[in-house]
């Protein structure tokens, strides 16, 4: 089954660090574009940022908002992405997805076609 | 950056109704223009993508069009299982921007 798990959501105090872990099945990770998304309760989904495979060389690229705070890594021997968060504010707190773009082979024209299941991240004091 | 709109922010229509929703992008964006379907308390689910592709398994009641800065999306027939928020996304690059959303239910 073609399936992303997320892991490592929780309450975290601002200015905290927590690191986010996307685990992925059923398909060749390896050749996979990987994205992280949120939603904020009640509010609609804004990109976080990405990384590319090891053919394009890792390149990751990030939102305005997360810009020097997150970072995106990936291990392609475990098929697990990750989202390091780190100076966490209030702002951040969302549901954090995964998900894949390009389908299998990575085809660029695809879009988001396999989603995790998302996991709850909660900054507060 | 390029800005995604969308309209109506909100809609209500029967049974059976045709519906389109529109995206406009602030820039070209050529093709790369994917919508979304994101029910209630659930996971956003790929409907089309490169404007007019419909994914695979997703019913061909819907289909999209448009390139360029104008995108519509079109539901022929609604259905009460189509009740839910659908974002378009921009990807041809980076920030990979998503609409606001348009809720659609039932009247």
């Known amino acids: 089954e073609v399936q992303l798990v997320e892991s490592g959501g929780g309450l975290v105090q601002p200015g905290g660090s927590l690191k986010l872990s996307c685990a992925a099945s059923?398909?060749?990770?390896?050749?996979?574009?990987m994205h992280w998304v949120r939603q904020a309760s009640g509010k609609g989904l804004e990109w976080v940022g990405r990384?590319?495979?090891?053919?394009?060389?890792?390149?990751?690229i990030y939102a305005a908002s997360v810009n020097g705070r997150f970072t995106i890594s990936r291990d392609d021997s475990k098929n697990t992405a990750y989202l390091q968060m780190n100076s966490l504010k209030t702002e951040d707190t969302a549901v954090y997805y995964c998900?894949?773009?390009?389908?299998?082979?990575?085809?660029?024209?695809?879009?988001?076609?396999?989603w995790g299941q998302g996991t709850m991240v909660t900054v507060s004091s | 950056d390029i800005q995604m709109t969308q309209s109506p922010s909100s809609l209500s229509a029967s049974v059976g109704d045709r519906v389109t929703i529109t995206c406009r992008a602030s820039?070209?964006?050529?093709?790369?223009l994917a919508w979304y379907q994101q029910k209630p308390g659930k996971v956003p689910h790929l409907l089309i993508y490169?404007?007019?592709t419909l994914q695979s398994g997703v019913p061909s009641r819907f289909s999209g069009s448009g390139s360029g800065t104008d995108f519509t999306l079109t539901i022929s027939s609604l259905q009460p299982e189509d009740v839910a928020t659908y974002y378009c996304?921009?990807?041809?690059?980076?920030?990979?921007?998503f609409g606001p959303g348009t809720k659609v239910d039932i009247k």
């Open positions: 998900t894949r773009r390009g389908g299998d082979g990575y085809n660029p024209a695809l879009a988001f076609d396999i």
């Open positions: 059923g398909f060749t990770f390896s050749d996979s574009a």
């Open positions: 990384i590319r495979s090891k053919a394009n060389s890792y390149a990751t």
């Open positions: 820039q070209g964006i050529s093709n790369y």
């Open positions: 490169a404007a007019s």
């Open positions: 996304q921009k990807y041809n690059s980076a920030p990979l921007t």
